[in-house]
T-cell receptor
Framework: EDQVTQSPEALRLQEGESSSLNCSYTVSGLRGLFWYRQDPGKGPEFLFTLYSAGEEKEKERLKATLTKKESFLHITAPKPEDSATYLCAVRASNSGYALNFGKGTSLLVTP | GAVVSQHPSRVICKSGTSVKIECRSLDFQATTMFWYRQFPKQSLMLMATSNEGSKATYEQGVEKDKFLINHASLTLSTLTVTSAHPEDSSFYIC???????????????FGQGTRLTVV
């Protein structure tokens, strides 16, 4: 059975304090690993898709990496506006285009 | 970038009534859309896959007679919660996939979500 596990559940950082969020997965035939940002009461906002081990993508202070077992979302010098829940999801070869989500990491960046 | 619009963003209804939620892909055609449900502090759980021109595919445990899905065009899918009860109160989110031009990859974009409260 496909599984997506995110850690930590919650993370509190000082502004400027870099850190990483983890997404471990087991899936039969990975067809994409997705990172989203979700603000309270809003739908997920697309950040990245990674398709193969070794792939990396960057956007502003965020960088996503992928191995065969896990993905990391690195946050460099975060700002308070980066506070949100970050969701990881995988698409498996036997699931069509549906996504299987982890429970998310709730990030709080304090000034 | 791609935009998926969902309406309404919030709805309060009385127990026993039905509520319709719309999901539109604004700048691309989506042959497949997805409906998810999210409880407080929980992740998104797939409810059903909406296929344009054919019947929706429901996940195990999701009542197809209660959650009616219609995908009448390539840009619109609707979810109707019939005979709603307080336990149906939740955050409903739709998603549409957009093919990455020149690639077999597809990106998945989400609507803003609909907060349903049944009283």
């Amino acid at each position: 059975e496909d599984q997506v596990t995110q850690s930590p559940e919650a993370l509190r950082l000082q502004e400027g304090e870099s850190s990483s969020l983890n997404c471990s997965y087991t899936v039969s035939g990975l067809r994409g690993l997705f990172w989203y940002r979700q603000d309270p009461g809003k739908g997920p906002e697309f950040l990245f898709t990674l398709y193969s081990a070794g792939e990396e993508k960057e956007k502003e202070r965020l960088k996503a990496t992928l191995t065969k077992k896990e993905s990391f979302l690195h946050i460099t010098a975060p700002k308070p506006e980066d506070s949100a829940t970050y969701l990881c999801a995988v698409r498996a070869s036997n699931s069509g285009y549906a996504l299987n989500f982890g429970k998310g990491t709730s990030l709080l960046v304090t000034p | 970038g791609a935009v998926v619009s969902q309406h309404p963003s919030r709805v309060i209804c009385k127990s026993g009534t039905s509520v319709k939620i719309e999901c539109r892909s604004l700048d691309f055609q989506a042959t497949t859309m997805f409906w998810y449900r999210q409880f407080p502090k929980q992740s998104l759980m797939l409810m059903a896959t909406s296929n344009e021109g054919s019947k929706a595919t429901y996940e195990q445990g999701v009542e197809k007679d209660k959650f009616l899905i219609n995908h009448a065009s390539l840009t619109l899918s609707t979810l109707t919660v019939t005979s709603a009860h307080p336990e149906d109160s939740s955050f409903y989110i739709c998603s549409a996939t957009k093919p990455d031009r020149g690639s077999v990859n597809t990106e998945a974009f989400f609507g803003q979500g609909t907060r349903l409260t049944v009283v």
